[in-house]
């Protein structure tokens, strides 16, 4: 099962997509929070990210750069 980390801080959108994404067979990990995200990249697999531009604790750009100076 392939792991999908949605890092959204809408409850009701991230609730949307998570709940298409399980319906089809991915296993979901929502984070409300840049660095919450962050940190699961830091912990485990993850084999897609859905990522939300205006996020409260970050910018989600600034997320994205994070993430890609990981790899």
Do not use: H, Y
């Not at 980390?5 to 984070?31: G, P, R, Y």
């Amino acid at each position: 099962m392939q792991t999908v980390l949605l890092i959204e801080d809408e409850q009701s959108i991230a609730d949307t997509i998570s709940s298409a994404l399980q319906a089809d067979n991915f296993s979901v990990v929502w984070k409300n929070l840049g660095r919450e995200g962050i940190a699961v990249v830091q912990q485990q697999v993850i084999d897609l990210i859905i990522l939300d531009v205006g996020l409260p604790d970050m910018n989600g750009f600034d997320v994205c750069k994070a993430l890609r100076a990981m790899t």
